[in-house]
């Protein structure tokens, strides 16, 4: 495995350990997430749970995206469309331009990614040292 593999499959991992986090905490309900979705941001619960259920359903295919690659860029779509309106919804909504600088930090994670997944998706195809006699 080259190391653009392992960056991209390391990238990957985070991913789905925030999104994972993240978006149960929204499905489920907890006191921060209501807080800022209600308070801050001042969206209906409703949303917050549809917000948690799309990043959820980006996890599930980031994870299948482990075997097959091509899932990796609807996985990504969805984080990329999330974490840009996050990053609006921090800096207009709530009007806190420092909250809204994380979202665009995973925006780039997610873009490094993705990036790197085409370019190892492009290279030959690694083949056994042939050994000669």
Same mark, same amino acid.
């Given at each position: 495995m080259?190391i653009?593999?392992? #960056?991209t499959?390391?990238? !990957?991992a =985070?991913?789905?350990?925030?999104?994972?986090?993240? /978006? *149960?905490?929204k499905i489920i309900?907890?006191?921060?997430?209501?807080?800022?979705?209600?308070?801050?941001?001042?969206?209906?619960?409703?949303?917050?749970?549809?917000?948690g259920?799309?990043?959820?359903?980006?996890?599930?295919?980031l994870? #299948?995206?482990?075997k097959? !690659?091509n =899932?990796?860029v609807w996985?990504s779509?969805?984080? /990329? *469309?999330l974490?840009?309106?996050?990053?609006?919804?921090h800096?207009?909504?709530?009007?806190?331009?420092?909250?809204?600088?994380?979202p665009l930090?995973?925006f780039?994670?997610?873009s490094?990614?993705l990036?790197?997944?085409q370019?190892?998706?492009?290279?030959p195809?690694?083949?056994p040292?042939?050994?000669?006699?």
């Amino acid at each position: 495995m080259n190391i653009q593999k392992t #960056v991209t499959r390391i990238l !990957q991992a =985070l991913l789905i350990a925030q999104f994972s986090f993240f /978006g *149960i905490s929204k499905i489920i309900g907890t006191a921060d997430m209501v807080h800022t979705f209600q308070n801050l941001i001042q969206y209906p619960s409703w949303f917050r749970v549809v917000v948690g259920i799309v990043e959820v359903t980006a996890v599930v295919l980031l994870i #299948v995206a482990f075997k097959k !690659q091509n =899932l990796m860029v609807w996985g990504s779509l969805l984080i /990329g *469309i999330l974490t840009l309106g996050a990053a609006y919804s921090h800096a207009f909504r709530q009007g806190s331009m420092p909250d809204a600088i994380i979202p665009l930090v995973v925006f780039a994670q997610m873009s490094l990614m993705l990036w790197l997944n085409q370019r190892v998706a492009q290279q030959p195809a690694e083949h056994p040292a042939i050994i000669s006699a």
